[in-house]
């Protein structure tokens, strides 16, 4: 089952609780049912957003699966943290491989897991920060600061695993050598800076959308 979501005064909450008055007990019940539902719309709408998106006529690496990948990890639990954000991208990799589109579908097959690998990677920072904020139990003002860069550190890890595997991919001609490796990474770096800004806007702009959401949602509960 997914998570609360954020500022629900709830203690699954993987973000800050904001203060609320008494009422907001007596209607938790009924916060935890509507919270989980808005997460899950959330999560099948940003899917869909991302798979509409990666067939979009946009500047190249300039797609949301990464923030898919990071919001999943953080809202969600169990299984359905990993297997939302990769089932969005394989169905992205079917669509570009059946339909023949020139840059997408399936490719050198490490790589490709590899490329999965640094998706899974991007989830799995966005759980530690989730875990992070819930344990340490940082105000909002502070979780607001660091998702930034919480969200680099997640782009940059996908950016270090799927260069990886480019490098292993021969038809990309990179030498099988620490010198071809580096080299991989240094050609790497303007395509990183295309999927490092959509990570930003999308990655902090998911969580923050939840966040909204969440709020709204706590101020119905509280005047009832």
Not at 7 to 15: A, C, D, G, I, R
Not at 120 to 129: H, L
Request: with cysteine; proline share 7%; net charge positive.
């Amino acid at each position: 089952m997914p998570t609360a979501l954020p500022n629900s005064n709830l203690p699954n909450s993987p973000l800050p609780n904001r203060p609320t008055n008494g009422n907001m007990e007596n209607g938790s019940n009924s916060l935890v049912q509507l919270v989980r539902s808005r997460v899950w719309t959330l999560v099948l709408v940003y899917a869909a957003g991302s798979l509409l998106m990666r067939f979009a006529p946009l500047p190249e690496n300039f797609a949301t699966f990464g923030a898919l990948a990071y919001f999943c990890g953080m809202m969600l639990t169990g299984p359905a943290r990993w297997i939302v954000p990769a089932v969005a991208l394989f169905v992205a990799d079917c669509i570009g491989h059946f339909f023949n589109i020139p840059g997408m579908g399936f490719y050198h097959i490490p790589t490709m897991l590899l490329n999965y690998a640094g998706m899974a990677a991007f989830g799995a920072v966005g759980v530690v920060t989730g875990w992070l904020w819930k344990r340490r139990n940082v105000s909002s003002q502070l979780a607001l600061a660091t998702l930034p860069a919480s969200v680099i550190a997640g782009s940059a890890l996908f950016f270090i695993i799927s260069n990886f595997g480019a490098w292993l991919d021969p038809r990309m001609g990179y030498e099988t050598s620490l010198s071809g490796l580096i080299n991989c990474y240094w050609m790497g770096l303007p395509f990183w800076r295309s999927s490092l800004s959509s990570d930003l806007i999308f990655g902090v702009g998911f969580v923050i959308v939840a966040w909204a959401v969440s709020g709204r949602l706590a101020t119905r509960v509280q005047t009832r």
